[in-house]
């Protein structure tokens, strides 16, 4: 552990031993937990995102299979796993936290942005949740504090985030936008998708 690690880490124990005396150890029981709970809602919304994606090509067709018993979206599931399992590489906490903080406030001050965007282009459109308009906008505006002060606090890990973000632009061109692929391209995507279909018992949603 780092000093400021260790020195929060006493910050907590002393509060909860002034707050509840001998059933201060509690307090980290429902820390824990807290925590389980965070990662385990985390899983189930980033493998749905990218089940999502799937579905609408906007990643390999293999992402919007599911699981032909438990009816999971299984290959969604292992792709969150296994790049969370790369993100221990990073021995940092703290660099880590900025890392990624920075990259998930970015993505859904975007996402809520558009939501103003669309209530100008789209009115029109079909809404089957409408909040009031001054709602998305305090959101932008918070998001966008904690970004800019992100940048103010940890310029290199927030450039380092705006790196992670860049590296879906190659991706990004190659899936999506380079059209039509080579047909020998296309048939060793194909033969990944059978054989993952095979060796994780998968099959599509209809």
């Given at each position: 552990l780092t000093n400021r690690t260790s020195f929060y880490?006493?910050?907590?124990?002393?509060?909860?031993?002034?707050?509840?005396?001998?059933?201060?150890?509690?307090?980290?029981?429902?820390?824990?937990?807290?925590?389980?709970?965070?990662?385990?809602?985390?899983?189930?919304?980033?493998?749905?995102?990218?089940?999502?994606?799937?579905?609408?090509?906007?990643?390999?067709?293999?992402?919007?299979?599911?699981?032909?018993?438990?009816?999971?979206?299984?290959?969604?599931?292992?792709?969150?796993?296994?790049?969370?399992?790369?993100?221990?590489?990073?021995?940092d906490l703290y660099k880590l936290m900025n890392y990624l903080g920075f990259v998930q406030w970015f993505a859904i001050s975007l996402s809520v942005l558009i939501v103003l965007i669309f209530r100008v282009t789209r009115k029109n459109a079909i809404r089957p949740v409408r909040v009031p308009i001054i709602l998305p906008i305090i959101y932008v505006g918070m998001s966008a504090f904690l970004i800019i002060f992100s940048f103010v606090g940890a310029p290199m890990e927030s450039l380092y985030g705006c790196a992670i973000i860049a590296t879906g632009i190659p991706v990004y061109l190659l899936g999506i936008t380079w059209s039509p692929k080579p047909k020998c391209f296309q048939k060793k995507v194909d033969a990944i998708t059978t054989g993952a279909q095979k060796a994780l018992q998968l099959a599509p949603q209809n």
């Open positions: 880490a006493s910050l907590f124990q002393t509060f909860a031993q002034r707050l509840y005396s001998h059933g201060w150890w509690i307090m980290s029981i429902f820390v824990a937990l807290s925590t389980f709970g965070g990662v385990n809602g985390a899983m189930l919304t980033t493998s749905r995102i990218f089940f999502v994606a799937g579905e609408e090509s906007q990643m390999p067709r293999i992402m919007a299979f599911l699981h032909i018993h438990k009816l999971t979206p299984l290959p969604a599931v292992v792709f969150t796993a296994f790049f969370s399992l790369l993100y221990l590489s990073v021995t």
